[in-house]
């Protein structure tokens, strides 16, 4: 499985089986190893509840993984990306920092603001040695166009169709926030790609999508 670590807190994504056509994740926040939600409040009623891990959350896509084009895109385009699982609702949303929408701090500089490059709202006050790193930062970004320690904002939101009793989505759920450096979006890209490869070999993922699409199949590019 591929691990995004952020200090305590860690993102899983696993491949798990390719089953009639559909990839099945089992994806899990951690904290200190431990899964943060509650797992006796999730579904288990059935095979395919029944067979997700401790504190995992279900997910399908339909013919391929999606994840790993997500990932590349946000990456490559600096612009915000989100895929929302075929079922259940799982959605997954990047940013980056710039474009998070949350409103500007007013006041102190927080640190996204240190690692940023663009303007600070007027009346922004922060220490001189603040002022000088955004400013090599700039002239860094100028040239480089981007850097290792580009801030990423990661959301992963889930319906309550994943907890027992719940017969239907809602649009209501649970989202989890992580703040990610470029350099770390980039080793979880990476590791989740080699998963990802492993997998499709181990399931004849494309094999089976030929045989059912022909010459229409067109694997993604990872």
């Known amino acids: 499985m591929a691990r995004l670590q952020l200090s305590d807190l860690a993102l899983e994504v696993e491949y798990v089986r390719f ?7 089992d994806i899990r926040w951690l904290w200190q190893d431990e899964p943060i939600l509650n797992d006796a409040i999730l579904k288990r009623h059935n095979e ?3 067979s997700r891990s401790r504190g995992g959350i279900h997910a399908n896509e339909h013919r391929g993984d999606f994840v790993l084009p997500i990932l590349k895109q946000a990456l490559e385009s600096d612009e915000p990306v989100s895929w929302n699982t075929t079922d259940p609702d799982v959605l997954l949303m990047i940013y980056p920092h710039w474009l998070y929408p949350l409103p500007k701090p007013a006041g102190l500089a927080s640190i996204d603001w240190e690692l940023g490059d663009t303007e600070l709202p007027k009346g922004t006050w922060a220490a001189d040695h603040l002022w000088a790193e955004r400013e090599q930062r700039r ?25 027992k009793q719940c017969y239907a989505y809602e649009g209501n759920g649970v989202a989890l926030h992580a ?4 350099w770390q979006l980039e080793e979880f890209y990476q590791c989740l790609k080699g ?21 229409d199949w067109i694997g993604g590019e990872l």
Request: charged share 30%.
């Open 195 to 215: 998963e990802y490869l492993t997998f499709k070999q181990r399931w004849k993922v494309d094999e089976f999508n030929r045989e059912q699409l022909g010459e």
């Open 139 to 163: 002239k860094a970004r100028s040239v480089a166009g981007k850097l290792p320690d580009d801030l990423f904002y990661l959301v992963l939101f889930v319906d309550v169709y994943n907890f």
């Open 19 to 25: 089953e009639d056509g559909w990839v099945v994740y």
């Open 48 to 50: 395919f509840w029944g």
């Open 179 to 182: 703040r990610v450096q470029r």
